[in-house]
């Protein structure tokens, strides 16, 4: 009898990968990662973390958990941008199209990476971990996103 090979699905390889990436985030409140995945394919990756030339939160602290900032609010007073909002502005460095694509990310997206995800043409959420966010489900549904939440 033949031993049966245990590889892991697509979800759950692909989920690994968006684990994997996290860890190179930069933020101390939580570390996020994302990739866009067309036909089985990787077109991007991204991480959350401060933008290219800029002290990582790491290196100077963050002003939202000194202010005490609850998750999912003052988006604004972050030095780091989001894991989505990487690996979008990744895609569209290298002119990669993610029309009808599907983003794998660790945690749930917020409203802001929401409206990106929308109008960056991407037919699929496949999300790990939660926050704080529920207009942002209600924007990805309304806008007839598929979402998926796995573990």
Partial sequence: MKKKDRRPGWDEYFMGIADLVAQRSTCLRRKVGALVVKDRRILATGYNGTPSGIKHCSQVGCLR???KIPSGERHELCRGLHAEQNVLLQASLHGVSLKDSAIYVTNQPCIICAKMIINAGIKEVVMAGHYPDP??????KEARIKVRKVK
Avoid: Q
């Fill in 135 to 140: 207009m942002a489900l209600s924007f990805l």
């Fill in 65 to 67: 958990a000194k202010l």
